[in-house]
């Protein structure tokens, strides 16, 4: 997860092998890794988009690739929080579509369903007034429930239980369907697990913080 130092070693041999998918796709996390450690907002989306184009660039070489698929799905995402509502409307469809894509070609992919799940979330927080809202200025939402993101998250946990973002992922939306003393159980389990994954320490500061607010 040293990411400056990962891409001195990948640019070169994408120079050597533009077209190489696994290459590209590589590349675009290291992006993605740097995009976290930034401290500044511009530097956070030039980093973002920078992800972006090389996920796409692997997509376009192989559209049938699940990881290009899911580096889409996942670039396209860590981009929300700096964009306009209208990028975010643009981009949800893209990455449902790549999601669908991701779980289509390789069922027993954890991460393409945690993306589904964190999609289905995103969209069942929307409520009656901003969905009239985006619906006036931008085109119809699409519909979601906590119980879609559930079952997505949980496929998740079933597939890959080690990873913890799984975990708190799924106690987040327990919260949201009441279900408070599974969200509890859920949260707590994977604020107990390793760091494996570059964003882990942030998903269990967020983690800590909506564990402390249960009644």
């Known amino acids: 997860m040293q990411a400056a130092q990962a891409l001195r070693f990948y640019l070169p041999a994408e120079k050597l092998a533009p077209n190489n998918v696994r290459l590209l796709v590589r590349i675009s996390r290291e992006y993605r890794h740097l995009m976290s450690d930034a401290t500044k907002p511009e530097q956070k989306l030039?980093?973002?988009?920078?992800?972006?184009?090389?996920?796409?660039?692997?997509?376009s070489l192989d559209p049938n690739d699940p990881d290009a698929q899911l580096a889409v799905a996942i670039s396209y995402g860590k981009l929300g929080p700096f964009e306009t509502n209208r990028e975010k409307f643009e981009a949800s469809r893209v990455i449902k579509d790549a999601a669908d894509k991701v779980v289509k070609l390789d069922p027993g992919s954890d991460l393409g369903w945690h993306v589904l799940g964190r999609w289905h979330l995103a969209l069942a927080e929307v409520s009656a007034f901003e969905r009239a809202m985006a619906q006036f200025?931008?085109?119809?939402?699409?519909?979601?429930?906590?119980?879609?993101?559930?079952?997505?998250?949980?496929?998740?946990?079933?597939?890959?239980?080690?990873?913890?973002?799984?975990?708190?992922?799924?106690?987040?939306?327990?919260?949201?369907?009441?279900?408070?003393?599974?969200?509890?159980?859920?949260?707590?389990?994977?604020?107990?697990?390793?760091?494996?994954?570059?964003?882990?320490?942030?998903?269990?500061?967020q983690g800590q913080e909506l564990l402390a607010k249960l009644p």
């Open 46 to 59: 030039s980093l973002g988009n920078t992800a972006v184009d090389y996920a796409k660039r692997a997509v």
């Open 137 to 205: 200025a931008y085109g119809k939402l699409p519909e979601s429930t906590y119980q879609d993101a559930a079952r997505c998250f949980e496929k998740a946990i079933e597939l890959n239980p080690n990873r913890l973002m799984h975990y708190i992922e799924l106690g987040r939306v327990y919260v949201q369907m009441g279900r408070i003393d599974d969200a509890r159980n859920f949260i707590t389990k994977g604020l107990a697990m390793r760091n494996t994954e570059k964003d882990d320490p942030e998903t269990k500061r």
